[in-house]
T-cell receptor, first 115, second 113 residues
Framework: SQTIHQWPATLVQPVGSPLSLECTVE??????LYWYRQAAGRGLQLLFY??????ISSEVPQNLSASRPQDRQFILSSKKLLLSDSGFYLC??????????????FGSGTRLTVV | KQEVTQIPAALSVPEGENLVLNCSFT??????LQWFRQDPGKGLTSLLL?????REQTSGRLNASLDKSSGRSTLYIAASQPGDSATYLC????????????FGAGTRLTVKP
């Protein structure tokens, strides 16, 4: 069966420090991968998605970047964190080449607090 | 552009009550609709996935219906329990791009013992 792992679960970082959040998927090949942010009291905002190694699409201009160095690994990064980067970050995957009839599966999330 | 609305934003019911959560979407050309549950500080757990060709899906005490033509879905929870307390999100997948999943803002459900 497929599983998705996301870490760390919580992170407190000072303003200006770098960030690296990692997400890995097991039990599937060539998944579509997604990074979402959920601000307090707000809905889910899609940040990045990837349909293959090295292929990254950005949804909104921001201080963050994403990379996909391996088929089932998705990394969210920042060189210098801002206070506004605080939030709950969620990784998700869906079937890639099988098409659009499959749903999304989410990781357990990372609570990032920038101080 | 697809927009997804969930009503009510919050709901509080006594234990044992049957309840309905509503989800509406503006564009009926969808591939599927998915209901999620989110506990505080946790990720989203998929509850039910309804394909565009289906009318409903059931899992235990949960039943989700889909009326694509009217742009509506309902999540029915039978015999609610305090453990059902969570935020329930509806998401609609439409369009041929891989980023065409739209989420509602969610309904926060509280089931009181």
């Amino acid at each position: 069966s497929q599983t998705i792992h996301q870490w760390p679960a919580t992170l407190v970082q000072p303003v200006g420090s770098p960030l690296s959040l990692e997400c890995t998927v097991e039990g599937t090949s060539n998944p579509n991968l997604y990074w979402y942010r959920q601000a307090a009291g707000r809905g889910l905002q899609l940040l990045f998605y990837s349909v293959g190694i090295g292929q990254i699409s950005s949804e909104v201009p921001q201080n963050l970047s994403a990379s996909r160095p391996q088929d089932r690994q998705f990394i969210l990064s920042s060189k210098k964190l801002l206070l506004s980067d605080s939030g709950f970050y969620l990784c998700a995957w869906s079937e890639g080449y099988r098409g659009l009839n499959y749903g999304y599966t989410f990781g357990s999330g990372t609570r990032l607090t920038v101080v | 552009k697809q927009e997804v609305t969930q009503i009510p934003a919050a709901l509080s019911v006594p234990e044992g009550e049957n309840l309905v959560l509503n989800c509406s979407f503006t564009d009926s050309a969808i591939y599927n609709l998915q209901w999620f549950r989110q506990d505080p500080g946790k990720g989203l757990t998929s509850l039910l996935l309804i394909q565009s060709s289906q009318r409903e899906q059931t899992s235990g005490r949960l039943n989700a219906s889909l009326d694509k033509s009217s742009g509506r879905s309902t999540l029915y929870i039978a015999a609610s329990q305090p453990g059902d307390s969570a935020t329930y999100l509806c998401a609609v997948r439409s369009g041929s791009n891989n980023n065409d999943m739209r989420f509602g803002a969610g309904t926060r459900l509280t089931v009181k013992p």
